[in-house]
């Protein structure tokens, strides 16, 4: 079957499963939910990088390691859902026989705890061995606990681009049943072209890093939908995207930049932290030389002006782990923030560079709190520590709150070494 007969056959599947499910289907998935408690908790695992150097003891090591890490935070905390936030695979290195196996490895500990989860794919998941439609089918294996959808069909689009509804406690799971949160899934890109050589130079070719123009409009046209089927102004949502957009430099880069108790996190990535565009002229052509050209206005701008949307979680940066409310125009740019938090996740995977301490961002919303947009999110160590906890509301930003200590791994021998990747590509 096609891969895309397939995707087709399963957003189709996706629009008529509350119908089927009220039916009594048990093969389809159940509706993503509010605890009793009224809560709804993600865990992010983000850059694990599996797959590292295969003919080396570096790289399998690393992935026991990683399952290690994840099975901590999934034991520590009670999650209802794992965003797994891009570079699950390191593409780089995969061989075209068996690229996606390392997929089986990275669910294992979720199905063994019957947890769904919900992937966007980064950078490295497109190399010239591995494509994101491979992953995506290796993840359908598992239909039940793999919520990944591709909802956007173009040339450009990329493959993770979708949204997941998130139902309160009360709800039957019946097709009249509004959803009180969306969860938002886009796809960045990046990487190097499927099984695609330069006809004269033989080089891999480079895929655009930024969510594409096709994405933007489907997020409108679909928010403005699901607002106008439920007769709602606006959702409660929560978006993810592997590459943070150039908002999170400007953050960054602005006078008064990231303050440790105001925004606790690591820093590390300091003095422009890689955005979407990067590498890529403005003119279409890309390499180290080429300036940032402005390529992810338009996601940017859609992302300023969904209201109700509270946070955006990045990867793809491991050494920043903030959060940054983005209200007003920050220096240099046009778009105007409208109050939603800019996040980076903690570096869940002993693959990707960094040595800095591995472990799990953790998303908290509580049912009684969405009305005031409020989250709650802190890290999980593999150590069992908890670091930055922050309530996302209103005064975030000038709340002051204990600093993230920059702490290193406890594993000497599971340090960083520089491999094949390419250059300039994190
Ligand atoms: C509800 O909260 C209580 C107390 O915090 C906790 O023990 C229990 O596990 C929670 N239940 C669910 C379904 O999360
Ligand atoms: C891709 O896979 C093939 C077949 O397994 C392997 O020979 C090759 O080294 C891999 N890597 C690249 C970059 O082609
Ligand atoms: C994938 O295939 C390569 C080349 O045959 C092999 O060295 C490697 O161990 C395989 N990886 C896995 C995870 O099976
Ligand atoms: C292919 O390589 C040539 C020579 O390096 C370069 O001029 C051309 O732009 C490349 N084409 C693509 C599609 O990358
Ligand atoms: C939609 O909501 C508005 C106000 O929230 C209400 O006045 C109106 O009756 C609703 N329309 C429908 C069709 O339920
Ligand atoms: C991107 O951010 C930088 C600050 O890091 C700023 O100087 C630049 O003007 C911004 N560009 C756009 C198009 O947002
Ligand atoms: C936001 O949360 C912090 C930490 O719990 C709290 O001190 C502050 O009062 C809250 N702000 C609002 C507006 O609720
Ligand atoms: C690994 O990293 C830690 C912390 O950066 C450092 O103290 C240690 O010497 C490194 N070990 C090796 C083997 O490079």
Redesign the pocket.
């Known amino acids: 079957m096609g891969l895309t007969l397939f995707a087709t056959l399963f957003a189709g599947l996706a629009l008529s499963s509350p119908l089927r499910r009220a039916a009594g289907d048990s093969s389809l998935p159940p509706p993503l939910r509010f605890t009793s408690n009224g809560t709804f908790q993600i865990s992010i695992f983000e850059d694990l990088h599996f797959g590292e150097n295969a003919w080396d003891t570096w790289g399998p090591q690393q992935d026991l390691n990683t399952v290690k890490v994840m099975n901590e935070v999934l034991d520590a905390e009670t999650q209802q859902l794992v965003v797994l936030n891009g570079d699950l695979i390191t593409g780089e290195n995969a061989y075209l026989d068996n690229a996606t196996v390392k997929i089986d490895q990275i669910v294992a500990p979720l199905l063994a705890r019957d947890l769904a989860w919900a992937s966007t794919y980064g950078n490295h998941d497109s190399q010239y061995n591995l494509s994101r439609h491979a992953i995506l089918a290796r993840e359908h294996r598992w239909p039940r606990h793999a919520r990944t959808q591709q909802m956007v069909h173009g040339p450009d689009a990329g493959v993770s681009n979708y949204y997941l509804p998130v139902y309160p406690s009360s709800s039957t799971g019946s097709s009249s049943d509004a959803p009180c949160l969306l969860l938002w899934f886009f796809d960045s890109r990046g990487g190097f072209q499927f099984q695609r050589r330069n006809a004269s130079s033989g080089a891999h070719i480079g895929q655009p890093d930024w969510v594409d123009q096709s994405v933007v409009t489907w997020f409108e046209a679909t928010n403005a939908r699901l607002a106008a089927q439920y007769n709602r102004s606006s959702f409660p949502s929560l978006a993810f995207v592997h590459i943070p957009t150039n908002a999170s430099q400007a953050a960054q880069m602005s006078p008064s930049g990231i303050d440790p108790r105001r925004q606790p996190g690591i820093n590390d990535d300091a003095a422009n932290l890689a955005q979407q565009a990067q590498g890529w002229c403005a003119d279409g052509s890309n390499g180290p030389e080429c300036v940032y050209g402005g390529q992810d206005v338009p996601f940017m701008r859609a992302l300023a002006a969904t209201k109700g949307l509270m946070a955006v979680f990045s990867g793809h940066d491991h050494g920043d782990t903030w959060c940054y409310r983005w209200d007003g125009v920050l220096p240099g740019m046009e778009v105007r923030g409208s109050g939603v938090n800019l996040c980076f996740g903690q570096h869940s995977g002993y693959g990707g560079y960094g040595n800095w301490v591995r472990g799990s961002t953790q998303v908290l919303v509580d049912q009684r709190k969405l009305g005031g947009g409020e989250v709650e999110t802190w890290i999980r160590l593999e150590s069992g520590e908890v670091v930055g906890r922050v ?1 996302l ?4 930003g000038v ?1 002051l709150y204990a600093e993230t200590p920059d702490t290193m791994t406890h594993c000497p021998t599971c340090n960083y070494s520089v491999i094949t990747n390419m250059p300039g590509t994190k």
Request: glycine share 0%; net charge negative; proline share 0%.
């Open positions: 309530e509301n209103a005064t975030y709340d």
